[in-house]
């Protein structure tokens, strides 16, 4: 049946990111749909996101289209251009290699949930807020370090 049942598959909060990094994302809870439903081509994922959490730090792909759409509650878009609040039914679109960072905030008192769709890590990841680069197969590297 194509129909998924959310309860049945597992519901995370953990993070690759290096110490201290981690910390904005703790309140955020990510169920990975795409291969519960057996789709390889690209990700989804059912995100809610607790008062106060980070959908991830602030970010842009070299190679990944990015697209949320908010289910319920409200989260603060923050980007290059500034902050923009999103409720239930608003959609934001992220094009890969358009070097505009951003990140989902739940500022409000109560959860929001929104569903992300991507491809899973096949291309560098810019954080320009923490100056921390992700390669696929190599890791995180802060400061042109290692973390």
């Not at 990094?21 to 439903?37: I, Q």
């Not at 959908?55 to 908010?70: C, N, P, Y």
Request: net charge negative; aromatic share 8%.
């Amino acid at each position: 049946m194509p129909k998924l049942e959310l309860d049945t598959i597992p519901q995370t909060n953990a993070t690759g990111y290096p110490a201290p990094f981690g910390e904005a994302v703790r309140g955020r809870w990510y169920r990975r749909l795409a291969p519960a439903a057996g789709l390889e081509d690209f990700g989804v994922s059912h995100v809610v996101l607790r008062p106060g959490a980070w959908s991830s730090q602030r970010h842009w792909h070299e190679g990944e289209d990015e697209f949320v759409a908010i289910l319920s509650g409200e989260a603060v878009l923050v980007d290059d251009t500034g902050e923009t609040t999103m409720r239930a039914g608003d959609c934001a679109a992220f094009p890969k290699n358009d070097g505009n960072g951003h990140v989902l905030q739940n500022r409000s008192d109560a959860d929001c949930v929104f569903v992300a769709v991507g491809r899973p890590a096949q291309s560098r990841c810019h954080y320009p807020d923490i100056d921390m680069v992700l390669t696929p197969g190599e890791g995180y590297r802060v400061g042109g370090k290692p973390a």
